[in-house]
T-cell receptor
Framework: EAEVAQSPRYKITEKSQAVAFWCDPI?????LYWYRQILGQGPELLVQ????????DSQLPKDRFSAERLKGVDSTLKIQPAELGDSAMYLC?????????????FGPGTRLTVL | QKEVEQDPGPLSVPEGAIVSLNCTYS??????FMWYRQYSRKGPELLMY????GNKEDGRFTAQVDKSSKYISLFIRDSQPSDSATYLC??????????FGTGTRLKVLA
């Protein structure tokens, strides 16, 4: 069964350092989402791509976070510089076309700890 | 007030019990309702997906939507220790944007 791949699974970094996360969506899925999930809370959308274009990045802290999906396939989320409050699980999800009826499939996530 | 409210639990039940998990919401525009299961340190996986008011059954799982009360439920029959996880409700108003609840931690005791 096709899955969303993410790496690394775990990342520990010191504050002010740069970190990057990678996501490879299910083959053929045009829509890719990055979520942040703080412990004990539900996922919150950071950014959504349709192919290589950003559809929604209204909740992305753009002073330190950036995301790209250059060829409309895999994607990278970067944080620079990392802050203590960025410690969370970063989840990538994909769906076929991003329509309201299209199911979002999640990857295993990257757990970030900022010291 | 959050758009989606969900009791965080934890909820502990004996093996074989019927489990009821619930979410309430405030936005009457929500049309699509999902339940995800998330094991510790893993990503959420879709369990159930419903569009309209009423019940939808899949094996031991039943999803129920009451739009008039803005209330959704997930029932798990004959619960098993392997059902121990966090259950997240999610909903959207007919756009791409899912709004998630905080999740309810369930523990099924053998």
């Amino acid at each position: 069964e096709a899955e969303v791949a993410q790496s690394p699974r775990y990342k520990i970094t010191e504050k002010s350092q740069a970190v990057a996360f990678w996501c490879d969506p299910i083959s053929g899925h045009a829509t890719l989402y990055w979520y942040r999930q703080i412990l004990g809370q539900g996922p919150e959308l950071l950014v959504q791509f349709q192919d290589e274009s950003v559809v929604d990045d209204s909740q992305l802290p753009k002073d330190r976070f950036s995301a790209e999906r250059l060829k409309g396939v895999d994607s990278t989320l970067k944080i620079q510089p990392a802050e203590l409050g960025d410690s969370a699980m970063y989840l990538c999800a994909s769906s076929w076309r991003g329509r309201n009826i299209d199911t979002q499939y999640f990857g295993p996530g990257t757990r970030l700890t900022v010291l | 007030q959050k758009e989606v409210e969900q009791d965080p639990g934890p909820l502990s039940v004996p093996e074989g019990a019927i489990v009821s998990l619930n979410c309430t919401y405030s936005n009457s525009a929500f049309q699509y309702f999902m339940w995800y299961r998330q094991y510790s340190r893993k990503g959420p996986e879709l369990l159930m997906y419903t569009y309209s008011s009423g019940n939808k059954e899949d094996g031991r799982f039943t999803a129920q939507v009451d739009k008039s009360s803005k209330y959704i439920s997930l029932f798990i029959r004959d619960s098993q220790p392997s059902d121990s996880a966090t259950y997240l409700c999610a909903m959207n108003p007919g756009t791409y944007k899912y709004i998630f609840g905080t999740g309810t931690r369930l523990k099924v005791l053998a």
